[in-house]
C-alpha cells in the first residue's frame, strides 16, 4: 500500500489528506518521535506542519526544502492554522480551484493546496499581522498624546467639551452630580481615576513626593472629593451662565446645588446611595482609564500594584 502523507513529526501516515489535517488540527500536537530520521533536522513548526502536509511520491516528499526556507523560524501559520484548515477543507469539500485569498485560479486541485500551503496562507497571516501591529502603535500614539495633558486630580476638569446648552440642562436637572460626572469623563483629559472592580478602593492622579503618580484612596474619601470637586464645576457653571431667563433663577439653583452637597454630607443614606453611583460612573470608565494610565507608567513612574 502506498503511503501518500505522513506526519513529519511522528510519522503517522495516510493516504487520506483529511485524516492527515485532522491529526494537525488537534488541541495538542502529537509526541515526536526521537528514532524519526526527520527529527535530526531541525525543522521549525511551520516546516513540520507544511511538510506533513506534502504527499510523498516514492517515499520523497515533492518539495524543495529551499522553498521553504522563509520558514525557517516561523510558527505564525500553526499558531493561526485553523483558519487554513477550514480554507484546506473547503478546498476538499468543492473542490475549489480558485484560491480564496488572491483569487488565482488553478487547473489543478493539488496545486492550489500547494500554493495556499507554501506561501500565499503565510503571506496573508503576515499582513494580517502588520497592520494589528499598525494598529496598535497608532492607539499607542494617541494614547500618548492625551497622557500629556491628563490633569492632576487636585485641578479643575476641562469642561470646555460641554456645550452651553447640554450645562444649561444639567445645573437645571434633578441629577446634577451623576449628570456632570459623566460628561467630565467624555473628556479623554479628565480621566484621572482608576476604579477597581470591587469598588471599595481606586486611585487618583496626583502629584506625591514631586512626582505625577497614581496613588490609592478609599472610594468613600474618593467620592467626598468627587463632590466637592463637582460642586465647585456646577458653582461655576451658574455663576457663568449669561442667559436672560437664568438671571432670576440663579440663586435658587445655587441653593440646591449647595442643599445637595449639604445632604449627601449629612444624611448617611443618601451619602451611600451616592457612593455607589459615582463609584459605578468611574468604573465604567476603567478601561478608558487603564490604557492611559499604562502608557503613563511606561513614561514616568511606577503604579502600586492593581
Ligand atoms: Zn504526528
Ligand atoms: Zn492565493
Redesign the pocket.
Known sequence: METKYECIRCNYKSRIFKDIVRHWNRMHLCKKNQDNQNMLINYSDDQSLILSMIPLKDNKRIINMEDLQYLDDSSMILDNKKELFEKMDEIENKCSKQ?Q????NFSKVFDLKM??LNN?YYTHINNKHKEKIKELEIKDKIIEEKVKDLILFDNDWDISHISKEKKIYIITTNFMYTILLEEVFINEMNLNIIMNKNILNGYIYVIENEKKNFVEIQTESLVIKIMSKLNKLLNDMVNNTDEDFMKELKSIILLKINKKLNDFHNNEEIKNKVITLMGNICLKNRSRTIDISKKLLEEETNLYGY
Open positions: 484560491c485569498i488572491c483569487n488565482k500554493h495556499l500565499c
